[in-house]
């Protein structure tokens, strides 16, 4: 089911940036996953509402940075410093209740927005 909608995917090279957007936020909790072919889906960075609050997967962590618009009711990931491994398919969701890592405490999810990164 396809309750939120992801933007701003494409093809880097190794080093480059890139942002990706989410929306509608809500007043919630919005977390973003990745997951690569034959891959598990793996935990990226969550931001609380209204925002003051960031968690980021070890993997990314000084690396990427989660904001958001409460205006716009849109969530940003900026990503830095790509690399090959972060080649995914990346999804945000919104939480309804549970660890914020968790994909079951997630209840509404986006498409996912294809990134790929070339050495």
């Known amino acids: 089911q396809v309750q939120l909608v992801e933007s701003g995917g494409g093809l880097v090279q190794a080093g480059a940036s890139l942002t990706l957007s989410c929306a509608p936020s809500?007043?919630?909790?919005i977390a973003w996953f990745r997951q690569a072919p034959g891959k598990g889906r793996e935990f990226v960075a969550a931001?609380?509402?209204?925002?003051?609050?960031?968690k980021y997967g070890s993997s990314v962590k000084g690396r990427f940075a989660v904001s958001r618009d409460n205006i716009k009711e849109t969530v940003a990931l900026q990503m830095n410093a790509l690399r090959p491994e972060d080649t995914a398919t990346y999804y945000c969701?919104?939480?309804?209740?549970?660890?914020?890592?968790?994909?079951?405490?997630?209840?509404?999810w986006g498409q996912g927005a294809q990134v790929t990164v070339s050495s």
């Open positions: 931001i609380s509402w209204p925002g003051t609050k960031t």
């Open positions: 809500g007043r919630t909790t």
């Open positions: 969701a919104a939480l309804i209740g549970g660890d914020y890592d968790a994909e079951s405490s997630y209840g509404y």
